[in-house]
């Protein structure tokens, strides 16, 4: 009695169970999460709280989607604030380290306390926005931050 061997190979294959990616019982691995966006510091500085006012650095190039963060490095209250009209962000005020209280009628400052005061803004537009200090822009509080896509 001849065998076929192609058939005995069929038969033994099957009661092993087959190779195959999804015989191993479980789902692939998700994928990872996706990185988190990129980011870009402007310090907002002064002298002991006295002129020179500045943010460092003045001009800043990001791509689209940067998140920006200022954060008051200074002893006096700053703001970040849009030269657009109307403005595109508005910090309100940025309280300085060490600062425990706002001015009640400001609804966008958060006390300082330690560490500094900070604002975020991300930028989701390709562009050129001018800003300054509202406080400090007599005294040359101003920069510029350049969106590329």
């Not at 061997?5 to 692939?28: L, R």
């Not at 309280?95 to 604002?119: I, K, L």
Request: glycine share 12%.
């Amino acid at each position: 009695m001849r065998f076929n061997v192609g058939i005995v190979a069929a038969i033994i294959a099957s009661a092993c169970g087959g190779s195959s990616a999804t015989s191993s019982g479980g789902n692939p691995p998700p994928p990872p999460p996706p990185p988190p966006p990129p980011s870009a510091n402007v310090g907002m500085t002064d002298n002991g709280g006295l002129a020179p006012y500045a943010f460092s650095p003045v001009n800043l190039s990001v791509k689209v989607g940067t998140r920006v963060i200022w954060t008051n490095n200074g002893k006096a209250s700053h703001t970040s604030t849009s030269d657009a009209t109307p403005a595109v962000w508005a910090s309100g005020t940025v309280a300085p380290a060490g600062t425990t209280s706002c001015a009640p009628n400001d609804p966008y400052c958060t006390p300082g306390s330690t560490p500094p005061g900070s604002f975020e803004q991300t930028f989701a537009t390709a562009g050129t926005y001018q800003y300054h200090c509202e406080v400090h822009q007599a005294q040359g509080m101003t920069g510029t931050i350049t969106v590329t896509p």
